[in-house]
Structures are given as structure tokens and as C-alpha cells.
């Protein structure tokens, strides 16, 4: 072989390695633990403040991993907080921003178009670093701005595990 074939040889390999390396992904996800956490901690935070809410915690594909629904909480609170956990989890976006920013710009209203999302305050992601690993979303609290609250209480309490 000559050196102009190695040369062409061995950046061939090179570029196939580089190739196969960008096809397998590596990716932060949410254990079942850290779900059930996020979700004792989101109903917690919203029953010390009188609300009886459902919260669903969703992984970075919007799969369900854990869901608690408070004593008293309205059966319509499970549909949606799973809707706003696959919501934010979906979008990387808190719901409640989504929701402001549909209701200012009417090119972003067909939002509320996609199935499975619901535009009202109380999905949050959940985030290690700059990743989203999946999100929490809360309903039953007396306005979708106390649901979040909840949630952003829920994700301080466990936010040393986020690292």
C-alpha cells in the first residue's frame, strides 16, 4: 500500500468511528426512586398549603413513573397532571410559560392542538444541569400558578440529587 491509500484508509476508519460514535447516544434518565420522591415531596409541599392535588412525575419520554393523589384530591387531578408532566417533559418548558406565551403570541394557540398536552400552569421539568430528565406536573391546587409552586418546592427538596 502506498502512503496516499493508508492515509485514505485510515481517514475512511476515522470518519466510521466518528460516524458510529454520534449513532449511540448516552442519556441522564429518571430512576423509579427519584420519581417517587419528586411526587411524595410535590403533594407534601401542596397539602402543607391546604391543596389536595394528584402529581404525576414523567421521564424524559413522557412515560409515567410515578404518580400519588392526595386524600380529597378530584379524580379529574390525575389526567391533569399527567398531561402537564408529558407537557413540560415534551416541550423542556414549564407549562405555565407555555401557556403565557400562547395566550401573547396567536401563531403558538395550536399548541393546545397536540394530543396529550395541556397548556395550564403546573408542569415543570426536571432538570441535571442543563438536561431535561423528565417533569412533574400537578393539578388540583386553586390555580395552575399554586400547582407549579408545588412542584419548584417539590424539586428544591431534592435538588442535591439532581447533579
Not at 476508519?13 to 441522564?28: C, I, M, N, S
Not at 410515578?66 to 415534551?90: C, E, F, I, W
Not at 386553586?142 to 447533579?163: M, N
Request: with cysteine.
Amino acid at each position: 500500500m502506498t502512503k496516499i491509500q493508508v492515509s485514505a484508509l485510515a481517514a475512511l476508519l476515522l470518519a466510521g468511528a466518528a460516524a458510529h460514535a454520534q449513532a449511540v447516544r448516552t442519556e441522564k434518565n429518571m430512576s423509579l426512586e427519584l420519581a417517587n420522591q419528586i411526587a411524595a415531596a410535590t403533594v407534601a409541599s401542596c397539602t402543607a398549603s391546604g391543596y389536595a392535588v394528584a402529581a404525576t412525575v414523567v421521564d424524559r419520554a413522557g412515560s409515567v413513573r410515578a404518580v400519588q393523589r392526595a386524600d380529597n384530591a378530584g379524580p379529574h387531578t390525575l389526567g391533569a397532571s399527567l398531561q402537564k408532566a408529558y407537557t413540560s417533559a415534551s416541550a423542556k418548558n414549564n407549562t405555565l410559560v407555555m401557556m403565557e406565551g400562547a395566550q401573547k403570541n396567536p401563531a403558538a394557540a395550536n399548541l393546545t392542538d397536540i394530543p396529550g398536552f395541556l397548556l395550564l400552569g403546573g408542569g415543570v421539568p426536571v432538570r441535571v444541569g442543563n438536561e431535561v430528565i423528565g417533569a412533574v406536573g400537578v393539578g388540583g391546587a386553586p390555580g395552575g400558578h399554586l400547582d407549579e409552586a408545588c412542584a419548584v418546592a417539590a424539586l428544591d427538596k431534592i435538588k442535591d440529587q439532581l447533579k
